[in-house]
């Protein structure tokens, strides 16, 4: 089963506004990871964060774990219109595969 | 001085033909892999190599074939294609295999199944 689960899947606000994605996942972590898409483009890794970690940032993003939760947001401040892409979490299982969640498609309008 | 570079970019062939996607990483990384995204964005590993090594194996027909001749490349061959290999084929690498190291993606193989 997916260990990382985004919500919501979709998410429209207009340029400017604040976009607060949330992942949520099952079993324990060492690590988790955020990762944006472009359309027609791959993945491209934008923070990870690890267990014993509670916030991260970088640039307009801000990534908080909460462990006893089993939950992470991605927080993007002054969004702007290039910022409409995908959001993926992961998180690494025991064997070290990354695991995917289905992701939340943000549109930010001009 | 892209980092994973993956050929084709589009590949549009007939159902039951063999075509094969290439990867190369050139970060110097030591683990590679294959991914597969659906329609619906849903991304699943297939694949995994270190160091020339097969060490992920997802149950995958075995019509898909990986080969990496060097820790820079790593190959996807498909033989007998069927309709529901439409999908786009992600090459990726990292440096370790425990998953704490970010993976770095390449663009994708978008492959159509007429």
């Known amino acids: 089963s997916q260990q990382g689960e985004e919500d919501p899947q979709a998410l429209s606000i207009q340029e400017g506004e604040n976009a607060t994605m949330n992942c949520s996942y099952k079993?324990?972590?060492?690590?988790l990871q955020w990762y944006r898409q472009n359309s027609g483009r791959g993945l491209v890794h934008l923070i990870l964060?690890?267990?014993?970690?509670r916030e991260k940032h970088s640039g307009r993003l801000r990534v908080t774990l909460d462990t006893s939760k089993k939950s992470s947001s991605l927080l993007i401040t002054a969004s702007r219109a290039a910022d409409t892409a995908s959001y993926f979490c992961?998180?690494?299982?025991?064997?070290?595969?990354?695991?995917f969640g289905q992701g939340t498609e943000l549109s930010v309008k001009p | 001085d892209t980092a994973v570079s993956q050929t084709p970019k589009y590949l549009v062939t007939q159902m039951g033909n063999d075509k094969s996607i290439k990867c190369e990483q050139n970060?110097?990384?030591?683990?590679m892999y294959w991914y597969k995204q659906d329609s619906k964005k849903f991304l699943k590993i297939m694949f995994s190599?270190?160091?020339?090594?097969?060490?992920i194996n997802e149950t995958v027909p075995n019509r898909f074939s990986p080969k990496s001749p060097d820790k820079a490349h790593l190959n996807l061959h498909i033989n007998s294609l069927e309709l529901g290999d439409s999908a786009v084929y992600f090459c990726?690498?990292?440096?370790?295999?425990?998953?704490?190291?970010?993976?770095?993606f390449g663009d994708g193989t978008r492959l159509s199944i007429l």
């Open positions: 990726a690498s990292s440096q370790g295999t425990v998953g704490n190291q970010p993976q770095h």
């Open positions: 079993t324990s972590i060492n690590n």
């Open positions: 964060i690890r267990s014993n970690e």
């Open positions: 992961a998180k690494p299982n025991q064997g070290g595969k990354l695991i």
């Open positions: 970060l110097g990384h030591d683990t």
């Open positions: 190599y270190n160091n020339k090594e097969l060490i």
